[in-house]
């Protein structure tokens, strides 16, 4: 099955109130091509909004989405921009009580992701015992092993409605390469409701494939399709852009300023 579309036809999937997961790494394979032809959307047609943002670190392209004002609420173990500081819509709206923020880590992540998959409504873990995580969080509870007696948190399962995902190359049909540094990509494809793939190169078949085709939605061909975060081995980190961003944007008026700017790159 050929389930190449295009970018823009991949952007009208996402709906307002929707659980949208980004894949990739603080700077690293983000699906910046995507947010972009999102974000195009946003301003032609109002929507989407009041999107809940999934991902395991947040960077430049969660920004993006924060500053366009597309979303309610973030589930992150991280946002920020790495050694060039702070993500400063993030921080913005964040300051504001503009945007819900909900305490994450790595542990609740991965676990709440894994519950989905096993089809099971949580799963069990030690992370956050001995901590005041539980009191922002009254949702995640403590159980007691059945087995053992010892004390457990249970993490609820977490079902995106939509990820998108970029990779290093990807086929036809759907089979994708994501490389070496997968971060929570694999879960988040096969913890969703719909997976979309933007890739770097699109060939007709892969022999082997980290994310396969039965769960994939869509194939979108994306060259740079992560620039300024890097895809390495095929490019680096654009480490003059992402300092731009942080030095010239600060608050609504600069980051529309920026968006301008950008845009028409």
């Known amino acids: 099955m050929d389930k190449r579309i295009s970018i823009e036809n991949a952007a009208e999937l996402v709906t307002s109130g929707c659980c949208l997961g980004l894949g990739g790494m603080t ?8 947010v972009s032809a999102l974000i195009k959307r946003k301003q032609h047609s109002g929507n989407p909004e009041n999107i809940t943002l999934l991902t395991f670190t947040a960077g430049f392209e969660t920004d993006l989405l924060i500053g ?4 309610s609420r973030i589930r992150s173990c991280y946002i920020g ?3 060039f500081g702070l993500a400063p819509m993030f921080t913005y709206r964040a300051n504001r009580g503009e945007i819900e923020v909900m305490e994450e880590t790595e542990a609740s992540l991965a676990l709440g992701l894994r519950a989905y998959i096993a089809g099971i409504g949580f799963m069990p873990g030690h992370a956050w015992i001995g901590t005041d995580l539980p009191k922002l969080r009254p949702d995640v509870k403590e159980i007691t092993d059945p087995y053992t007696g010892e004390e457990l948190m249970a993490f609820s399962a977490i079902k995106p409605d939509l ?5 290093l190359r990807a086929d036809y049909a759907g089979n994708a390469q994501i490389g070496d540094n997968k971060s929570i990509d694999e879960e988040l494809s096969l913890a969703s409701e719909q997976v979309i793939i933007t890739a770097e190169e699109i060939v007709p078949v892969l022999t082997r494939a980290d994310i396969v085709a039965p769960i994939v939605t869509g194939v979108v061909h994306a060259p740079n399709g992560a620039a300024p975060t890097s895809c390495h081995p095929l490019y680096p980190l654009d480490g003059r852009s992402i300092l731009e961003y942080a030095e010239s944007v600060s608050d609504p008026a600069s980051f529309e300023d920026y968006l301008k700017r950008w845009l028409v790159k």
Request: hydrophobic letters at 60%; aromatic letters at 10%.
């Open 163 to 167: 990820s998108v995902i970029h990779a």
């Open 68 to 71: 366009a004002n597309m979303i």
């Open 81 to 83: 921009l790495e050694i």
């Open 27 to 34: 700077l690293y394979r983000r699906p910046v091509a995507f």
